[in-house]
């Protein structure tokens, strides 16, 4: 049986010299501070839609993408599945644009983000903290969750090795 998915891309970019991240406060569709990625499109492959959502959302070109994860969610309402490739690099250029359609990009220490008790006092996107935990965490490669788009059920995402 083939079940649609949604096929997406989140890129976290470091600035290793000053210690930071760069996040992006997203206004128009799961809002709050996440890294920046977005949708692949039909016959782009999921590192190129990676360089292409960077770009647009930014204005940075980056390289040297490393593969870190994947969040899987399937609604159970709709057998479906979204996906979200999790890329990391710390290779980069360009001019960083202070806002796109999307929101706010900025840069912020990545302790801030590491440290538990800092990320929990920051507006992040639903469940992002699960997805740190798969960019931070090497022996982590996966996180699912099977929710119902039906219910008021989110689900819970449980990582896995």
């Known amino acids: 049986m083939n079940l649609p998915a949604e096929l997406t891309n989140m890129v976290m970019i470091e600035d290793r010299e000053n210690g930071k991240v760069l996040l992006q406060r997203r206004r128009l569709s799961w809002t709050g501070l996440s890294f920046p990625g977005g949708h692949v499109e039909p016959g782009e492959s999921?590192?190129?839609?990676?360089?292409?959502?960077v770009k647009e959302e930014t204005g940075l070109?980056?390289?040297?993408?490393?593969?870190c994860g994947v969040i899987h969610w399937f609604d159970r309402a709709k057998s479906s599945r979204y996906l979200v490739f999790l890329?990391?690099?710390?290779?980069?250029?360009?001019?960083?644009?202070p806002q796109t359609e999307e929101g706010?990009?900025?840069?912020l220490p990545v302790d801030e983000l590491k440290d538990r008790e800092k990320r929990a006092l920051l507006p992040l996107s639903?469940?992002?903290?699960?997805?740190?935990?798969?960019?931070?965490?090497?022996?982590?490669?996966?996180?699912f969750a099977a929710y119902s788009s039906d219910e008021a059920d989110d689900g819970e995402l449980v990582l896995y090795g």
Not at 46 to 53: C, G, N, V
Not at 87 to 97: M, V
């Open 87 to 97: 890329y990391r690099t710390p290779d980069f250029s360009g001019e960083l644009l």
């Open 126 to 143: 639903s469940h992002f903290e699960t997805y740190l935990d798969v960019f931070f965490q090497q022996e982590k490669s996966e996180a």
């Open 104 to 107: 706010e990009v900025f840069w």
């Open 61 to 67: 070109t980056v390289r040297n993408l490393h593969l």
């Open 46 to 53: 999921f590192y190129d839609s990676a360089l292409r959502e």
